[in-house]
């Protein structure tokens, strides 16, 4: 009996605990800055850790730290801190900053070559300097048919070539095969690598940019590059710390797989608030929403970025939580949307939604604002309605353009005038297409990666529901998701696109072709006009032209409705208050945490 | 026994290649394409203007062999007998490269060599090693105190069936055997690991931050314990119920016996009866349960391991599955049946030492 009491007992209290309710933390009002910078904490606690290092959130292990060769979030979260990039992404403006490079590079009249000068006093590891054959090197090592950077490859393939300034040796010139916006932009993302550390015999030297994406190159020479390509593809240069190198002012110092990567401050390096960083940057995996929840009450987690609504809502009803961490919830690029197949005939599907007073009636009766409240509770206030496919915190972004307004009545009426009606009164519109009866009955698939979606999804069958139109939700992983959606096995999708400050290349998602090739272009989208609008935006140099034109592309896609976007997601962030100068960002990684500055206890400010 | 032991080993081979047949037809059969997957970075799965190259893809597929067939023979008329026809097999085909490798970067798994990791890159072998030793330490460590447990406490309940010892636990038990592993887990989580409650548990992970390389072994088994109190428990309780009945229930059977009969009438103490006399014969049941314990030790436990964060084979197998990364899934299922078959193996030979009738001869 003893045994049942306490088990009684702990069943009790832990009922009791998951269903408390306490006051909601006090968050920032959130505006369409793409920087927050939060208060210091005025006093210093005395349960604070006093340690120079910053235990940070991860929900799944990077695939590994190659330089090149992964494609998973957390490795390139991971490699900011490791490497150097030629230009970064402004994370508290627009466009982009220099980092390994001078300045912004000189643009070539045709638009077509750009030149860089390297800083005069960066060094790696071993004192070299950092040089031009260092990028020619990485350039090529990335466009070598051999590398395993498979995702990367479509970027650098666009290099034409790459010179070395004979008079200035550390300038440099990229010379691309056709004009894009995205030109300069593309470096961003790709960390520069030291050659004689990867290549020491000098062999990619050999190679110019044409012979490195040919495949009809002779055995001879093609074996060679095979052989360097396998040394460079080993695993333990994104495994083994010793063979991890960067520039950048971290280097890994252990990797504990499934659990954690510690990453320590080098003792010298060229970037002058080197001794302000943290001593070490630890990131920490737990998958689990209930664990994590416990780390942050127990404090032995930092900071986090991606926990998922449900938990940042439960932390930030906590008083003990708040006591200790800043918690906010900051604007990103990233939207969800709601899209349609537009062409169901071209893939085997009921012609439901190929009429576009249909997905404009349609956009009628989805109920966005109650989506925003089954997602953000509480803080549904903070989210914004997204009104076109770009964000509002985009200068791309066309004010004039409005989402269409909830208004069932309206949408009835047009589904009517399309020929919708529930003719043998069962509940669900039918129509007569070709000689054939149809009822309105979709399928609609959503990813199965968190509670949210499914709320979302139940909402929109339940609402669709009331109007005739009869939904099948379909729960899909992501790797199912992505493959029926570039199979177009749908007839709704609920998904969500990512974006960052950067001019934004429209093709992808936009443009027929991308609808022909199986690419993103999910719903269809796209006419003549638009696709000359496309490929004239991906091309265009001049900024306010190219707004122009993006906010014309808006007007187009929002009158043909390919899919209603619903909302911008919201970040989750929690920092511990022992660190001052948090600054939040809209684009990713949403936080750097070499900016972070541990407050001194005594002075209860920035300690030097 | 020598002769049977023999004769079972020489299958294993056979059965090994039905199984791999068999889970490489139904891995193939999961939908997602590995190398389309692989070609969109993580970070670009869901941005708006990632590019997918098609002759990047095209490259993927014919470095991982995806852009050859499943299997590749033909059936054709024999010259010498038209009623049998002969089967020609070809070497272009999945299975051949995977069986026999590429003769480049893969040797095959016939020589042992299970490939690369799609998803990680790294050799399979290294990741597998990598992972299983926290999912054998923590099934080793839930099966030596499961067994502790529930023996005495089957022993204990057969002595006096229908006493409140054996109703009150065979109640508790079930309540426990009824109890899903997730949400036990996590009582205990925010009841150990809880600074609202009790805090003196870690919530998750297997060993402190910051390596442990220059701590003495003692050090190192303090330091990890804490780690490994609440999973193990997690992994333990539910087959207290398990064991305790069924050890209970052969006691009881053996009771009824006779030789039992006659050693009580031979005035030998109950509990000489008990330990002496039944529980040895009763072990049989005992003995099957432990042959599935290292197959599910391969397995893991998807949702413990996540709950836990620990870096086992469950947790292994769920992201190979969900990244189709074919090598790895494919290396879990060889070393699943293996070691299932020489689980099975074991325990046949553990019946007869526990069992003297029990003989593998062929009777004449």
């Known amino acids: ?608 | 026994m020598r002769k049977y032991v023999f004769r079972r080993i020489l299958f294993f081979p056979i059965s090994l290649l039905a199984l791999a047949i068999a889970s490489f037809i139904l891995l193939k059969a999961i939908p997602g394409n590995p190398a389309e997957l692989k070609l969109i970075r993580e970070a670009d799965v869901s941005r708006s203007d990632h590019q997918t190259d098609q002759v990047a893809l095209t490259m993927l597929e014919e470095k991982y062999g995806l852009n050859l067939p499943l299997f590749y023979f033909e059936v054709v008329p024999s010259e010498n007998n038209i009623w049998i026809p002969s089967v020609n097999f070809h070497v272009d085909n999945q299975f051949h490269r995977w069986f026999f490798g590429d003769g480049f970067n893969n040797a095959g798994i016939i020589r042992g060599d299970f490939g690369i990791s799609y998803a990680t890159a790294q050799p399979v072998s290294q990741l597998i090693s990598s992972r299983i030793w926290w999912s054998v330490l923590l099934a080793l460590f839930s099966v030596l105190l499961a067994y502790f447990l529930s023996i005495p406490i089957g022993l204990k309940s057969a002595a006096s069936p229908g006493s409140v010892f054996d109703k009150s636990s065979n109640t508790l038990l079930t309540i426990l055997y009824s109890i899903p592993s997730f949400w036990f887990a996590t009582l205990l989580l925010m009841l150990f690991a809880n600074p609202e409650f009790l805090s003196i548990f870690p919530a998750s992970g297997v060993k402190p931050l910051g390596g442990m390389e220059n701590d003495s072994m003692l050090d190192r088994i303090t330091a990890i314990l804490p780690y490994l109190v609440l999973p193990t428990i997690t992994y333990t309780y539910s087959s207290l119920a398990f064991i305790s009945r069924t050890v209970r229930i052969s006691i009881l059977d053996i009771l009824r016996l006779d030789f039992i009969q006659t050693a009580r009438a031979k005035g030998l103490e109950e509990d000489k009866v008990l330990r002496r006399h039944a529980f040895r014969n009763a072990l049989l049941p005992v003995i099957t349960i432990f042959s599935g314990v290292f197959p599910a030790a391969i397995g893991g436990s998807v949702i413990i391991e996540s709950i836990f964060s620990i870096p086992g084979m469950g947790l292994t197998i769920y992201q190979s599955i969900d990244a189709r990364d074919y090598p790895v899934i494919m290396a879990v299922f060889i070393i699943t049946g293996l070691i299932t078959m020489t689980g099975y193996l074991i325990s046949d030979i553990l019946y007869a030492l526990a069992d003297p009738r029990i003989s593998f001869q062929k009777e004449n």
């Open chain 1, 1 to 608: 009996m003893r045994i049942f009491s306490i088990l009684f007992l702990a069943v009790t209290i832990f009922l009791f605990s998951c269903g408390k309710s306490g006051k909601r933390s006090e968050t920032s009002d959130l505006n369409l800055s793409s920087v927050i910078l939060l208060d210091d904490a005025e006093d210093f606690l005395p349960g604070w850790s006093e340690e120079n290092r910053v235990i940070m959130h991860i929900s799944s292990e990077p695939d590994n730290l190659h330089p090149t060769n992964g494609n998973s979030l957390p490795r390139l979260e991971i490699n900011n801190y490791i490497h150097g990039f030629i230009l970064r992404s402004n994370l508290e403006g627009e466009g982009l900053v220099a980092e390994l490079a001078e300045k912004l590079p000189d643009v070539s009249e045709d638009g077509l070559s750009f030149m860089y000068k390297l800083k005069s006093n960066l060094t790696w590891d071993n004192g070299q300097l950092l040089s031009p054959s260092d990028v020619i090197f990485t350039a090529k090592a990335q466009k070598c048919l051999y590398t395993n950077n498979h995702a990367g490859k479509s970027y650098w393939n666009k290099i034409e070539t790459i010179t070395a300034d004979s008079l200035d040796p550390l300038r440099f010139t990229i010379r691309m095969k056709e004009k894009n916006i995205q030109n300069i932009a593309f470096l961003f993302s790709f960390p520069i690598m030291q050659e004689s550390f990867h290549d020491p015999n000098g062999i990619l030297r050999a190679f110019d940019f044409s012979m490195l994406d040919d495949s009809t190159m002779d055995k001879g020479k093609s074996g060679i590059l095979q052989q360097w390509a396998t040394q460079f593809n080993d695993d333990k240069y994104g495994r083994i710390p010793e063979h991890i190198n960067g520039i950048g002012p971290y280097k890994v110092k252990h990797w504990e797989p499934g659990q954690y990567v510690e990453l320590v401050r080098k003792q010298k390096h060229w970037n002058p608030e080197l001794q302000l960083m943290p001593d070490k940057i630890i990131y920490k995996v737990n998958k689990d929403e209930n664990s994590t929840l416990l780390e942050f009450r127990n404090q032995s987690m930092d900071a986090s970025m991606s926990l998922s609504t449900g938990t940042f809502l439960e932390l930030a009803s906590d008083s003990s939580v708040r006591a200790n961490y800043h918690l906010i919830l900051t604007n990103s690029y990233n939207y969800t949307y709601l899209a349609f197949n537009m062409r169901p005939l071209e893939s085997g599907r009921l012609p439901l939604f190929d009429d576009h007073s249909v997905r404009k009636s349609l956009a009628g009766i989805v109920p966005v604002d109650k989506l925003i409240k089954v997602v953000y509770k509480d803080y549904s206030s903070q989210c914004k309605r997204m009104a076109t496919n770009v964000s509002p915190l985009k200068k791309e972004f066309n004010p004039y353009v409005k989402p269409l307004p909830y208004d069932p009545l309206k949408s009835s009426q047009q589904m009517k005038n399309a020929g919708w009606k529930d003719s043998d009164m069962d509940g669900v519109l039918d129509k007569v297409s070709d000689g054939k009866k149809i009822s309105f009955e979709a399928e609609l698939i959503y990813l199965n990666t968190g509670s949210d979606w499914k709320d979302m999804a139940m909402l929109i069958t339940e609402e669709f529901g009331k109007h005739g139109i009869k939904v099948y939700p379909i729960a899909a992983d992501i790797r199912t998701f992505v493959q029926r959606a570039r199979a177009r096995e749908f007839d709704l999708l609920l998904g969500s696109w990512g974006a960052n400050a950067l001019p934004e290349d429209f093709t992808q998602l936009w443009h027929s072709s991308s609808w022909k090739n199986n690419g993103s272009n999910y719903s269809g989208f796209g006419n003549d006009l638009s696709d000359a609008l496309i490929d004239s935006i991906r091309t265009e140099l001049d900024q306010e032209k190219r707004i122009r034109m993006v906010h014309r592309l808006q007007e187009i896609i929002i009158d043909e409705q390919p899919a209603v976007f619903l909302y911008t997601s919201l970040r989750r962030n929690i920092v511990h208050k022992r660190f001052g100068n948090v600054k939040l960002y809209a684009d990713r990684p949403g936080i750097l945490l070499n900016d972070l500055r541990l407050l001194s206890v005594s002075q209860g400010k920035t300690s030097p």
